[in-house]
């Protein structure tokens, strides 16, 4: 671990319009060599006799006539009596290129398509692929914005074709203006995603990192918005001491953590360097420290090398094949963006196997008539197994619904309190532990059956109106992996203490 220490990673939807916009652009073309020759010589003579340009390039006087009111025609020469010499207009092409040869162009109708935020209209790259779900946390604007989008394009179009030709190869080098917008027309409303990293610094305070891809790209105007808008998305939670961390101190028998429990107060920054950066204080044999999210890619890792083991190395009883049960808290910013949908797609690969017969189970509460709301929320790729836990009094949600909980029964679990974080306690700061042991293993699957067990099992979520089949209606039908009783003796956790 080091500081800054990242504890949680959300992905915000910016919301952008795609739209086909007719306009005619000044291209610019070179002439041809003749005549650019002769402009340029006209350039540094100033005024040249018409027999000494005839001479010159030893033309006819059918040929240098028919050059010449060629180009008077083009309005780049004019001829007074017998003298010849360039117009203002060719004048000013030379000075707009610095001197070294005459730029023109020729003006071209065109169909280009752009896409432009919906706050400053800047012109940015599309994205390709699926459009977002809800699984973002989508940044609003204003009616006014969305209401007068088609008239703002046409604006941007023109003030920042510049940037718009930098996004195009075919117009990069040769194209230099708008000479008229002629249809805007609106084909598509998206969300670009930024992600937004939350970390604690070396004195322990919260700092936020947004993508610096698009922090380079993007105008001043647009990142304080965005900015504005993460502070606004944190929900305003007020701090209740610290019962729900003594619940899971207690719950789960970890005196490490209490001693970095001074009155109500947790000594966070003081745990998370002698636990976490120094490891000088440690948990017993079989428990490990976690601190942040389980999606983080640091904790990602660590669970998925735990599978991989139990599935697949040697071992005295053989590998151990089950599902993976997956308890999230009740925490709007929580699984929000591309950590979480990564990992949901690392761990289904990893439990499904050849055959295909386990899966990850992920438990979300939802109360009733709020489970489409949270089926948006974790709809990501690869999900095909959300469990609704109704919190029924009087207990409600467990630990007040910061505690998040994994288990892949009689193998590993992962428990962790999300706490608030200093000075903001609206944004949750998970820590935790990951354990072998048999009594946090039968622990973790006495808590998951209290939460999802009798009236509290709401149903099974389905994605698609396709979905075959009769939707359980019990915690034993819903997750039968997870019905089971504890363990009876020590031999695994021996075997797995030996290990760590």
């Not at 000075?95 to 800047?122: A, M, Q, Y």
């Not at 003594?246 to 970890?254: G, R, V």
């Not at 944004?427 to 973790?444: C, E, F």
Request: charged share 25%; with cysteine; aromatic share 10%.
């Amino acid at each position: 671990m080091s500081v800054p220490s990242e504890f949680n990673r959300v992905t915000f939807g910016l919301p952008v319009e795609t739209f086909r916009v007719d306009a005619y652009i000044a291209l610019e073309e070179r002439l041809p060599v003749v005549t650019e020759f002769v402009l340029r010589l006209l350039r540094i003579c100033g005024s040249v006799n018409l027999t000494a340009f005839r001479n010159y390039f030893g033309f006819t006087n059918n040929e240098a006539v028919a050059v010449i009111d060629s180009l008077v025609r083009q309005g780049l020469l004019e001829v007074v009596e017998e003298d010849v010499h360039l117009t203002r207009f060719a004048i000013e092409r030379f000075e707009e290129s610095g001197g070294d040869h005459p730029r023109f162009s020729k003006v071209e109708l065109r169909s280009d398509t752009v896409t432009f935020d919906l706050i400053s209209f800047t012109p940015l790259r599309p994205q390709a692929g699926e459009a977002p779900t809800d699984n973002l946390l989508k940044l609003e604007t204003s009616d006014e914005a969305i209401g007068e989008s088609a008239e703002r394009a046409r604006m941007a179009y023109r003030q920042r074709f510049p940037e718009v030709a930098a996004l195009r190869g075919d117009l990069r080098d040769r194209s230099f203006g708008v000479y008229s917008v002629e249809d805007v027309e609106s084909r598509r409303r998206t969300y670009i995603p930024i992600p937004v990293s939350f970390a604690l610094d070396s004195d322990g305070q919260v700092q936020r990192q947004i993508d610096q891809n698009f922090e380079r790209a993007a105008p001043a105007e647009l990142v304080q918005f965005v900015n504005q808008q993460v502070t606004a998305a944190i929900p305003k939670t007020i701090a209740l001491g610290s019962s729900d961390l003594e619940e899971f101190i207690d719950t789960f028998d970890l005196p490490l953590l209490r001693q970095y429990l001074q009155g109500k107060k947790f000594d966070l920054f003081r745990y998370l360097t002698e636990v976490h950066l120094t490891r000088a204080v440690r948990y017993q044999v079989g428990v490990e420290a976690v601190f942040g999210n389980l999606y983080l890619q640091e904790n990602r890792e660590r669970i998925v090398a735990r599978l991989k083991d139990r599935r697949h190395g040697r071992r005295r009883h053989g590998p151990l094949l089950t599902s993976l049960a997956w308890l999230t808290p009740d925490d709007l910013l929580w699984g929000r963006g591309d950590a979480f949908a990564r990992t949901v797609s690392e761990l289904t690969a990893q439990v499904r196997g050849d055959k295909g017969a386990d899966n990850l189970h992920v438990l979300a509460y939802a109360e009733p008539g709020q489970e489409q709301a949270v089926l948006s929320r974790f709809r990501v790729q690869g999900l095909t197994e959300l469990h609704f836990s109704r919190p029924a009094p009087p207990d409600g949600m467990l630990m007040g619904g910061r505690l998040e909980l994994m288990l892949y029964p009689t193998g590993f679990m992962a428990a962790l309190i999300h706490l608030p974080s200093p000075g903001n306690p609206g944004l949750w700061m998970p820590i935790g532990i990951l354990s072998a042991t048999p009594k946090h293993l039968d622990l973790a699957q006495k808590l998951l059956r209290k939460a999802m067990g009798g009236r509290r099992y709401g149903r099974k979520a389905r994605f698609s109106q396709k979905e075959a089949g009769v939707s359980p209606t019990t915690f034993e039908d819903g997750l039968p992996f997870l019905n089971y009783c504890g363990l009876v003796d020590g031999a695994h956790y021996e075997e797995e203490s030996g290990e760590t």
